[in-house]
């Protein structure tokens, strides 16, 4: 069975390998629709969820050797500082965050 999937292995391997997101990604607040919303929604006050949104976001994609994962280091509001770092594997996966989020619920 082994032998006879090898031929769909090697068109798997080079199809994860296409998709390539790998560079400096930064939003655009000025196109950003529903943030200021949701932040509230999150349990942010007006003010402080307005705030936030204009941030700048920055993220560096890095793909792994595998082709299958990509690295991602989001630094703080200043560019420069990492802040996180979370791997992105590619098809179904569950995001793990330990620490402060907005997102995923924090209102710090």
Do not use: N
């Not at 006879?4 to 930064?26: I, K």
């Not at 690295?71 to 979370?86: A, I, M």
């Not at 791997?87 to 710090?108: A, I, K, M």
Request: charged share 35%.
């Amino acid at each position: 069975l082994e032998e006879a999937l090898q031929p769909l292995m090697e068109r798997w391997d080079e199809r994860c390998a296409d998709p390539s997101f790998t560079g400096r990604w930064a939003r655009d607040a000025s196109r950003s629709v529903g943030l200021v919303e949701g932040l509230i929604a999150r349990g942010l006050p007006e003010e402080k969820a307005k705030k936030k949104a204009e941030e700048p976001y920055i993220q560096d994609w890095q793909q792994h050797s595998d082709k299958r994962e990509w690295s991602v280091l989001t630094y703080d509001t200043d560019g420069e500082t990492p802040r996180r770092e979370l791997l992105y594997p590619l098809g179904d996966f569950e995001e793990v965050f330990e620490g402060e989020s907005t997102q995923f619920g924090g209102t710090d």
